[in-house]
């Protein structure tokens, strides 16, 4: 079955971090672009961040930029979301998207969805 797997998820007090992982079920990521999104309480899925597909040019959410870092790791065929400082208003559940490229990406239009994992960041 051809998935994304997302984890890494959980409770964390303010200020803390947490690491999310997006791996693949029955292909590789190579010759994808990889977009995380966060998905809160009654809100749109909104992009957080993307990797592209060869060069690995990073983008980022206003809000993300200086304290999320994503990353790829090809020998693992994983992707990465390094998340520092966590504020409350990170909480969400937290969705990679596998497409072609990060504009595309932005615009919701991707080949694979992940199932999310929940990101609650409260004291």
């Known amino acids: 079955q051809v998935q994304l797997v997302e984890s890494g998820g959980g409770l964390v007090q303010p200020g803390n971090s947490l690491r999310l992982s997006c791996a693949p079920s029955?292909?590789?990521?190579?010759?994808?672009?990889i977009g995380w999104f966060r998905q809160a309480p009654g809100k749109e899925r909104e992009v957080v961040s993307c990797i592209s597909r060869s060069v690995d040019i990073r983008e980022y959410r206003d809000s993300a930029k200086g304290r999320f870092a994503i990353s790829r790791d090809r020998a693992k065929n994983t992707v990465y979301l390094q998340m520092s400082s966590l504020k409350p208003e990170d909480t969400g559940v937290y969705y990679c998207a596998a497409g072609g490229n990060c504009s595309q990406i932005s615009k919701r239009t991707v080949d694979y969805w992940g199932q999310g994992t929940q990101v609650t960041v409260s004291s």
């Open positions: 029955g292909f590789t990521l190579d010759g994808y672009a």
